[in-house]
């Protein structure tokens, strides 16, 4: 990504099981699930391993967990809320540190006299219609000790074709 001059930001309220728990990892170790996840949270991972409900994951660890046999889970949607308070905690703290760098990177980058193409939405809505814009974007003009111009750019692709891509909006920030 780095080499293609793309910096992804991360998101703190709602990531991926996988990346979450790597970042837990990052922050705690390689814990067992059950000093991490809520027990009832956890139990509701058995669902779509199509285990008993009963079957117990919480002597697993991370890594165990970020195995391929729990492969499916990693690309569910959830969030910090998933974990034990005081881990939530200082996920969240670790989070925003690794935003607050990523937002200095794009911040530099605009100091320099450069461009950013930024997708403010976060995702790409079901049916085109613009979702409400993130805070990123406020946040990083924030940063940036040159005055800088926001460009709407909209890219629209054909749903009728198998390359169907919703409707996104993107701002491209460049210098005056």
Not at 4 to 29: F, M, T, W
Not at 50 to 55: A, L, Q, V
């Amino acid at each position: 990504m780095h080499a293609l001059r793309a910096y992804p930001i991360s998101h703190l309220v709602q990531k991926r099981i996988g990346p979450l728990l790597r970042d837990v990892n990052r922050v705690e170790g390689d814990l067992k699930l059950r000093e991490i996840i809520k027990q009832d949270e956890l139990k509701e991972f058995t669902k779509p391993l199509n285990k008993p409900y009963n079957s117990d994951l919480s002597e697993l660890s991370v890594s165990d967990f970020l195995g391929y046999e729990y492969r499916e889970l990693h690309q569910r949607f959830s969030d910090v809320g998933i974990l034990h308070e005081d881990l939530s905690r200082k996920v969240k703290k670790y989070l925003l540190h690794k935003i607050k760098k990523q937002l200095q990177v794009f911040a530099r980058i605009l100091d320099d006299g450069g461009s950013c193409l930024l997708a403010p939405e976060g995702h790409l809505s079901p049916d085109g219609r613009f979702w409400p814009v993130k805070s990123g974007l406020s946040r990083l003009l924030s940063m940036t000790k040159r005055e800088v111009r926001i460009l709407p750019v909209n890219t629209t692709y054909d749903f009728m074709t198998k390359c169907a891509i919703a409707t996104t909006f993107r701002v491209c920030i460049d210098k005056p």
